[in-house]
T-cell receptor
Framework: QQQVKQSPQSLIVQKGGISIINCAYE??????FPWYQQFPGKGPALLIAIRPDVSEKKEGRFTISFNKSAKQFSLHIMDSQPGDSATYFC???????????FGKGTKLTVNP | NAGVMQNPRHLVRRRGQEARLRCSPMKGHSHVYWYRQLPEEGLKFMVYLQKENIIDESGMPKERFSAEFPKEGPSILRIQQVVRGDSAAYFC????????????FGPGTRLTVT
């Protein structure tokens, strides 16, 4: 049973555009939602994370929007750059459990 | 380099052999997690360990797989009698505190079973 559904599977954006990746979860006990960035042949790198007590968190060009009632959260990459081309994973976890539950990933390509 | 270290980076084993994957957590981190990533898939949790203790192994296959994190030395993920379906990237992550949630990943070990 997939607990975190991520879309789209792939995304192509022009340089300077906005990249938007969406995730939906089922478990209402989840209380921490990180996003990871993974380049080919590398391990996932923690990008930004949010807890459900806030609706938005921004770090530089990266913003997480969180909708608790809809059980959805999304990653927005503003002014997308070719160097942002990577696979992005959303994840979720809950207090008392240390395991991250990952979405299947979105392969982002930013064309120059 | 204070990051999570994994070795080997690439491992080739024939069916029936044993695979040993090593993970050294970030300096000061005493919590280690192992995840498996199949091609075109997200990461799947396998096991969570603290020094000398297995805390959660709910994602570990019941047979052939084991993990340890001894008092001294790296964490080891051991796969006995490997099969082709074990071919995957295995990632280790570490965190500073229980409940900290911030897990930092190593570069992974890519296991190929021939």
């Amino acid at each position: 049973q997939q607990q975190v559904k991520q879309s789209p599977q792939s995304l192509i954006v022009q340089k300077g555009g906005i990249s938007i990746i969406n995730c939906a979860y089922e478990n209402t006990a989840f209380d921490y939602f990180p996003w990871y960035q993974q380049f080919p042949g590398k391990g996932p790198a923690l990008l930004i994370a949010i807890r459900p007590d806030v609706s938005e968190k921004k770090e530089g060009r990266f913003t997480i929007s969180f909708n608790k009632s809809a059980k959805q959260f999304s990653l927005h990459i503003m002014d997308s750059q070719p160097g942002d081309s990577a696979t992005y994973f959303c994840a979720a976890t809950q207090g008392g459990s240390e395991k991250l539950v990952f979405g299947k990933g979105t392969k982002l390509t930013v064309n120059p | 380099n204070a990051g999570v270290m994994q070795n080997p980076r690439h491992l080739v084993r024939r069916r029936g052999q044993e695979a040993r994957l090593r993970c050294s957590p970030m300096k000061g981190h005493s919590h280690v997690y192992w995840y498996r990533q199949l091609p075109e898939e997200g990461l799947k949790f396998m096991v969570y360990l603290q020094k000398e203790n297995i805390i959660d192994e709910s994602g570990m296959p019941k047979e052939r797989f084991s993990a340890e994190f001894p008092k001294e030395g790296p964490s080891i993920l051991r796969i006995q009698q490997v099969v082709r379906g074990d071919s995957a990237a295995y990632f280790c992550a570490s965190s500073l505190l229980s409940g900290d949630y911030e897990q930092y990943f190593g570069p992974g070990t890519r296991l190929t079973v021939t």
